[in-house]
């Protein structure tokens, strides 16, 4: 079955950091672009980072650049999200995806959601 698992949210303070995992299962990892996203009450969804299938290639959403990595580590069917330097709008709930072949700014373009991960940046 395609899942996708998210872990490692948690409640931090501002300037802290975070990685989230997001283990894959039931399908070829190694064939999809993993992107993350993220939704905090009452906005909507925003693609935050997404990576190639091989890892070669990244993408960032400017207000994460510089502070956020993405990793993957296709052996393990796992892909990462380091998060540092951590601000209060970087609150909500993370969520991965995959989508076949190539990343997409589109959420729409993306399948088998995780259940989220709770991240909450607060002194």
């Known amino acids: 079955q395609f899942q996708l698992v998210e872990s490692g949210g948690g409640l931090v303070q501002p300037g802290g950091a975070l990685k989230l995992s997001c283990a894959a299962s039931g399908f070829t990892v190694n064939h999809h672009a993993i992107g993350w996203f993220r939704q905090a009450p009452g906005k909507e969804r925003e693609g935050v980072s997404c990576i190639s299938r091989s890892g070669d290639t990244t993408y960032f959403v400017d207000s994460v650049k510089g502070r956020f990595t993405i990793s993957r580590d296709n052996a393990e069917h796992s892909v990462y999200l380091q998060m540092n330097s951590l601000k209060p709008e970087d609150s909500g709930t993370y969520y991965c995806?995959?989508?076949?072949?190539?990343?997409?700014?589109?959420?729409?373009?993306?399948?088998?959601w995780g259940q989220g991960t709770q991240v909450t940046v607060s002194s």
């Open positions: 995806a995959a989508r076949p072949w190539f990343c997409s700014g589109s959420s729409s373009d993306f399948r088998a």
